[in-house]
């Protein structure tokens, strides 16, 4: 006895769609921002631990615990990604309205109290080491690191003060603040390796109001 065929398919069979480079299947899409937050949480975790050099997209991937296309889809390059991982950590769009909103009184203050508190913090302390490690010998890391320390703000913090050459005095507050960051957490020298950040606030904060707001 003969069995009987199977139907034959109506029309001629359509071959698989293939993904695009970078293209994430649309289920991996739909997982939208909550997704893309753990990716920028991960990243920010590898470039701490591992540094710019040795942190890859595929391990980046890895960590967040999705396929290394879909980290591409949402952020591009490697570089793309170093720039939203330390973004997450300096928060731009929520620091300057706060540095700036009460007027120019205390300013320098402020800043102060701003740049050494991410510092302070061992959470968002790892990944600004990274940037200031990798932006002395990576042009990527350092256009990180004028973009958003420079750039997004404190050049908008001198220009929201409306003063002269706001772009040199930010230019300025930066040297003193990333100075600072490189004497007391990277090269770690005494006694400003230890110094109470309450000092060092006070020093610094009256140098930091005269770079923005003094004529």
């Known amino acids: 006895m003969t069995g009987l065929a199977p139907d034959a398919p109506d029309g001629p069979q359509q071959p698989p769609r293939r ?4 293209r994430p299947r649309q289920d991996e899409a739909a997982e939208g921002p909550g997704t893309q937050e753990r990716i ?18 595929r391990g980046i991937a890895k960590a967040a615990g999705v396929d290394p296309a879909l980290v591409h889809h949402y952020f591009g390059s490697k570089d793309d990604l170093f720039a939203a991982a330390v973004e997450l950590t300096m928060e731009p769009a929520l620091v300057v309205p706060a540095i700036v909103g009460e007027g120019p009184d205390g300013i320098g203050e402020r800043l102060a109290r701003y740049f ?9 302390r790892a990944p600004l080491l990274a940037v200031i490690r990798s932006a002395l010998t990576h042009e990527a890391a350092a256009k990180v690191l004028r973009t958003l320390v420079l750039r997004r703000v404190l050049e908008r ?4 003060l409306d003063v002269p050459d706001p772009t040199f005095r930010a230019e300025l507050a930066a040297s003193h603040m990333v100075g600072i960051a490189i004497l007391r957490y990277v090269v770690r020298v005494e006694p400003l390796a ?10 610094v904060a009256p140098t930091l109001q005269r770079y923005l707001t003094e004529d």
Do not use: C, M, Q
């Open 19 to 22: 993904r695009g480079p970078g």
């Open 40 to 57: 920028r949480l991960a990243a920010r975790s590898e470039f701490a631990a591992r540094g710019y050099d040795k942190t890859s997209v």
């Open 116 to 124: 050494l508190g991410i510092w302070e913090n061992p959470a968002t």
């Open 157 to 160: 913090v001198a220009a929201d």
């Open 194 to 203: 230890s110094a109470d950040p309450e000092a060092i606030v006070a020093l």
